[in-house]
Structure formats: structure tokens, C-alpha cells
């Protein structure tokens, strides 16, 4: 059973290649759950648009949103733009 929408986009496949990038660009070795689905297909929108947590969250509810899931790719994904290495305060990227 898929987890993505039948109507999203189909990106690219996740290379290896990305997955060493992404690792360096934040100095970390990404879940093995996360690539496990990318593998699957790369990003997109989900099924779904929220998920079930343990916690109460600041709307009162039990739920947060969660309708994407970011791929990797250079310039795409979680190495998207100079505006996503901005607001997430990145320090060490690495050139493409």
C-alpha cells in the first residue's frame, strides 16, 4: 500500500549519489525510514493530510499536518533554495 497520492508528481528517482550530498550538506546520516520511503518515489503529496501524535499540539488537537514529504534532489527537496537554507539557519552547504 502507497503512502503517496495518486496524483502527485512523480520526481525523480533518489540516487545514492543525493543521498551523500544531503548527508554532507547537514552533516548527518538521514533515517533509514526516510529513505526507505524516497526509495519508493522521491517527495511528493501524501494520501493523507494529517497525522496521529501522542501529544496535544497547540491547536488543542492531536493531529499535525502533514500532506508532503520532501525529496532529495540539488535545488529540489530539502536542498531546495537559498530561502529554505535561510529560514532553517543552515551553515554548512556545500556547492553544487
Known amino acids: 500500500m502507497s503512502i503517496w497520492e495518486k496524483d502527485s ?4 528517482r533518489l540516487t545514492q549519489k ?3 550530498l544531503a548527508e554532507k550538506t547537514f552533516g ?14 522521491n517527495g511528493g503529496y501524501l494520501k493523507t493530510d494529517a497525522v496521529h501524535v501522542d501529544f496535544v499540539n497547540d491547536d488543542g488537537e492531536g493531529f499535525i499536518l502533514f500532506d508532503s514529504l520532501y525529496g532529495i534532489e540539488p535545488d529540489e527537496g530539502i536542498l531546495a533554495t537559498e ?4 529560514e532553517w539557519e543552515l551553515r554548512k552547504i556545500i556547492s553544487f
Open 9 to 12: 508528481d512523480k520526481p525523480n
Open 18 to 20: 543525493n543521498i551523500e
Open 28 to 41: 548527518v546520516t538521514l533515517p533509514k525510514s526516510y529513505l526507505k520511503v524516497l526509495k519508493e518515489q
Open 83 to 86: 530561502y529554505l537554507k535561510e
